[in-house]
């Protein structure tokens, strides 16, 4: 479970992110939208302390931490406690995928290289990428890219992912096999919160949907609710210029 009360942050005089409150309950998920520039990923990056609130209250499951008490102990337990997949998958690439999935295990989590491995087999598995275990980044698609990080994010059992437009760097064709990954995932326990373009696919696999726009959470329903009677006008043109720009696009 996530919940978010109050968050506030700034960058110098900017203030992005203007009194947020979100909950993504136990083993749901949250898909948020919005325009270029609204906080999207100012507010992700807030869960796991990639940035620092400036105000505001952050609960991780039965973890919680005020803005103004994050010791270098909090932000080790936040990164714990969550994973999170990047635009640009952030694989290493003097790495395997297979040496990309087990390196935070050995490492981080102190597992010995043989349990490693076994878990790295059976997430790159689970990611339709069992073949793949041997290949550097450079001789992998974008979209196998993206599933190796997936597949790395799920291994360490994590209570909560992040995903940060995770099909927004691919091209068209492999944008499918990925959120066909991140769907199946969104089926088991795990706890996510997704910022997506991806309208469809955050109407099909997300529990709620959030709209951000100039820092706030203007409203979060249930999609069929959202698409169908935002509360919002602004809700109501952003999802009108979405569905227009699908349009023009077949
Ligand atoms: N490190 C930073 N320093 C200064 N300004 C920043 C920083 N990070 C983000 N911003 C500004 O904060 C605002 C919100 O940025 P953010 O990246 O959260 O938006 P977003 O909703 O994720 O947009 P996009 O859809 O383009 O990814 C923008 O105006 C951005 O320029
Ligand atoms: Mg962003």
């Known amino acids: 479970m996530i919940r978010m009360t109050g968050i506030r942050k700034a960058f110098g005089s900017t203030e992005v992110l203007k009194g947020v409150d979100l909950t993504v309950e136990e083993g749901q998920t949250v898909a948020l939208i919005g325009a270029s520039g609204s906080g ?137 096999e990925v959120l066909n990954v991140i769907r199946e995932v969104s089926r088991s326990n795990v706890t996510m919160l997704i910022v997506t373009h991806e309208m469809d696919f955050a109407r099909d696999v997300a529990d709620k949907i959030a709209f951000m726009s100039e820092g706030q959470i203007l409203e979060c329903a249930e999609p069929e609710k959202l698409f169908l009677h935002p509360e919002k006008e602004r809700t109501r043109q952003f999802l009108d210029y979405y569905l227009q720009k699908f349009t023009y696009s077949i």
């Open 40 to 176: 999207k990923s100012t507010l992700l990056r807030c869960v796991n302390l990639l940035e620092t609130p400036d105000e505001g209250t952050i609960q991780i499951g039965d973890f919680s931490f005020e803005a103004g008490n994050i010791t270098r102990a909090v932000r080790l337990e936040a990164r714990r406690k969550t994973a999170m997949v990047f635009q640009t998958f952030g694989l290493f690439e003097n790495k395997t995928a297979l040496e990309n999935v087990t390196e935070a295990l050995i490492v981080v989590q102190k597992k010995t290289k043989s349990e490693a491995r076994r878990i790295g087999e059976e997430y790159l598995e689970r990611v339709g990428l069992a073949d793949r275990a041997s290949h550097y980044p450079s001789g992998l698609s974008g979209g196998q890219k993206q599933r190796v990080a997936i597949a790395r994010a799920l291994a360490l059992d994590p209570q909560i992912i992040l995903f940060d437009e995770p099909t927004s760097a691919l091209d068209p064709e492999l944008v499918q």
